[in-house]
């Protein structure tokens, strides 16, 4: 009787904290570990999925904190408070992992589904060609080297040492707004805004640069250049080159043509490896093409994010990114604006997963 009553109670006050940790403690009374696992579980998926649809609501974060505190999750329920006072306009605390972010050994965890490890593992070894055939327009940007005296200076060095970027050029630009764009791979380079020197939040600041950093050091810059079917038909044409027996879906036939003209005097020489490799991250990649883009992007933000930890300071620097000073305030304000922006709502949707709390962990934070 007591069990359905908690039940009833908890059907009848979905968002309830107070109905859903009395059922939670009820079954560990009784040694119900299973039936306390799914509980849990159930409710968490259902926050996650109202979070992915741009719903931040302070019960459903409760709700989440909760369940990993019943699940003895004490650091994950501390990164969905830290969340929540993020989503608010609230300060936060909490600490980032800094450049041990940086490591590979996370990209299992951090790397969005669409980018399997064979895209992940054939960016690495070609996807230098993909900056040759896909180059940054520098013209009119004015860019003078970085001055090594600059309070920027150790970071960036730091950061890039983290990741294996021996020999990086750090460039500063007065066209480009506060921001951190990645250039080139080879060698290792990347543009600041003159702007973004001058910024008031450290962590944001640090949050753009680290971002650009891992996109330099996975070879990706060029798939965040251009909008998502560019970068589709240049990752298509890139793997058909590969594989020329390969025909990709949902690729123009005249825009396919045009980049692997672009793309092939950038071919590495033959290599049956590569080959396999490219056919393999194309039969993964499937018809999720279209999604390369942002996948790539989330990607260098979910690194970023892990390194500075505040999601307050993330909102900012992702509004830097669309010129505007800092993520709008106001407890309404700014979770209609996470709502509404994809690269905001996808990273807060993705700071309360449980991929996220065990990179945490795999770090010791």
Known sequence: KAEQTLEAARKEFPLSVVALRALAEFFARHNQ????????????????????????????????????????????????????????????????????????????????????????????????????????????????????????APLIKGAGNAMGLSGLLVLVSPRVGAVALPKTSTPPTIVLGERLLGMGSDKARAFLIVRALKLVSVRASALVRGKSEEVNALVSAWLSLFNPSWKPANVPQGLLGDMQKRLRPTMPAEDAGLGVMALEAAGQLGTSGPQLRSAIMGWANRVALLAVGDPGAALDAIAWTMKEDHAPHGAEERPAWAARNAEARDLMTFSVSDAYAEARSRLGL
């Open 33 to 152: 570990q299973p039936a306390m696992h799914v509980l849990l579980d159930r409710a968490a998926s259902d926050a996650r999925r109202a979070f992915a649809g741009g719903r931040f609501v302070t019960s459903l974060f409760e709700t989440l904190a909760t369940a990993y505190e019943l699940r003895g999750k004490a650091d994950a329920a501390r990164v969905v408070s830290a969340t929540l006072a993020a989503i608010s306009d609230q300060p936060s605390d909490l600490r980032g992992a800094e450049l041990a972010a940086a490591s590979a050994e996370l990209d299992d965890l951090l790397a969005p589904e669409v980018l399997s490890p064979a895209l992940r593992g054939l960016l690495a070894r070609a996807g230098d060609g993909l900056d040759r055939g896909n180059p940054m327009d520098s013209e009119g940007l004015d860019a003078i080297p970085l001055d090594p005296s600059s309070p920027l």
